[in-house]
């Protein structure tokens, strides 16, 4: 089933919550072992979850938005009484006293809760490998990475452990994995959903999004995303009616730019892997396949873009209370970074994040001669396990840059985005393209997304 027929089928009583978590946790059993998906299964918990929901249903209640749907959180994200490690074993691993803003809001629109996935520490990383837990694997092939943050809950829904599942993206954490795996990817606009990751966000990069096997299992997600309490003074605009229903209507035809411009190309040499190519390639034909203008955009960066964002990005490790012996639990990205974010002043951060703000007003009034931007998923096919751990931690950063040459610069403009596979290599591995979409139109890249798999 996809997530919108399990939910379907839950709210009507075809299908039990207890069954359907019984059968997911069966699945985690059977393959997390060789996946590295979850780093903690909470099965009695989520027994019990499903008991009380189905009795709520038995008597009557109308049953909420995501009624008796497993999912599972990152383990940056408190859940209340599972410990939340970061991905780090410098941090003890005490249960949490509550749950955090995004596990609430999913709880209350009725989802169960299977576990914590894995993650890199702090979630700094586009790889989910750290100290604590085996390497989250890509089910296409598992000796290759999922990508990260959000890398372990793209494992867990390519592999049929969990029918979709939240992550979080403060640089590309929801998409990357999503791309690396099959899975469509949303990074919904600045504001829309407030939740952010499991750290300050000084650059206001951070949001949360649904991963998905299809577009409306993505739209499904947000639509319950969307209804936690909002107190930001900036935030997107409501949208009208559900995102289900506009990725069930999936229309429009749009003014599509190509762009295979990388704000990192001015430190770093970014090429496109082949089997990236074939991707965006495919891409350009299934959208002007489906009735879209399809053109090249003529696109330009701030030079000083890598050396602001991989500033600002770091800074929140310098804010981060460890004990100092625990220091050494660090691994080397982290540690270098920490210890860079603690020597630099508030006049640096200041001048990278307004560097930063003058991107996204020259990247946004870029952007706007179309009505979204088209550019390659990722630079490369899936990195092997361990690719980035040379132990330098500037060679490790420049190889996740490499890798995902596209994905934070929507971040950094606030926009929404959402990868879509578009291309099965020789390997089995799925390659794909990124749609970049104007304030606010997330509705919009659910619909094209959708109008892509009907092909």
């Not at 009795?55 to 009557?60: C, S, Y």
């Not at 981060?320 to 974010?341: D, K, V, W, Y």
Request: proline share 8%.
């Amino acid at each position: 089933m996809t997530a919108l027929e399990l939910r379907d089928a839950l709210a009507a009583g075809v299908v039990s919550a207890r069954e359907a978590t019984e059968y997911y946790l069966g699945r985690i059993e059977a393959l997390n072992p060789s996946l590295g998906s979850f780093v903690a299964v909470t099965a009695d918990l989520a027994l019990a979850e499903a008991s009380r929901a189905d009795d709520a249903l038995a008597h009557g209640q109308t049953p909420a938005l995501l009624h008796g749907m497993p999912l599972a959180h990152k383990d940056l994200t408190d859940v209340a009484g599972v410990p939340t490690t970061m991905g780090s074993a410098a941090v003890p691993a005490a249960p949490a006293a509550e749950d955090g803003p995004l596990v609430a809001v999913l709880r209350a629109a009725g989802a169960i809760s299977l576990g914590k996935t894995q993650v890199p520490e702090f979630g700094l990383s586009s790889y989910s490998e750290n100290l604590i837990a085996p390497p989250a694997r890509n089910p296409l092939d598992p000796s290759l990475s999922p990508g990260g943050s959000s890398g372990g809950s793209a494992a867990a829904v390519a592999a049929g452990m969990l029918p979709f599942a939240p992550g979080t993206d403060g640089g590309g954490s929801v998409r990357i994995p999503a791309a690396a795996t099959g899975l469509v990817g949303l990074k919904p606009n600045r504001g829309r959903v407030p939740s952010g990751g499991g750290q300050r966000d000084l650059g206001q990069f951070v949001v949360a999004g649904p991963l998905a096997r299809t577009a409306a299992d993505a739209a499904l997600m947000l639509d319950a995303m969307v209804a936690e309490p909002n107190f930001h003074a900036t935030s997107a605009a409501a949208q009208p009616g559900s995102f289900l229903e506009a990725a069930l209507r999936h229309e429009g035809r749009f003014r599509i730019g190509v762009s295979t411009r990388s704000p990192f190309e001015s430190r770093l040499d970014i090429r496109l892997d082949p089997e990236a190519v074939l991707g965006l390639e495919a891409g350009i034909l299934a959208l002007t396949g489906a009735g879209h203008d399809v053109g090249e955009a003529a696109v330009d960066y701030d030079e000083r873009y890598p050396d602001a964002f991989g500033l600002v990005w770091t800074a929140p490790l310098a804010n981060i209370p460890l004990p100092p012996e625990s220091e050494g639990e660090l691994i080397p990205l982290t540690a270098t970074m920490r210890r860079r974010a603690l020597q630099r002043s508030a006049a640096d951060l200041a001048g990278a994040v307004e560097i930063l703000r003058g991107f996204e007003e020259d990247t946004i009034r870029q952007y706007a001669a179309w009505d979204m931007i088209l550019t390659p998923a990722l630079g490369m096919s899936p990195r092997p396990i361990g690719w980035y751990w040379t132990g330098d931690a500037d060679e490790d950063y420049e190889r996740q840059c490499q890798y995902s040459p596209y994905t934070s610069m929507v971040n950094v403009c606030g926009l929404p985005a959402i990868t879509v596979p578009t291309h099965r290599t020789a390997e089995g591995l799925w390659m794909g393209i990124q749609l970049i979409g104007r304030p606010g139109a997330e509705a919009d890249l659910l619909a094209v997304a959708a109008q892509l798999e009907s092909q």
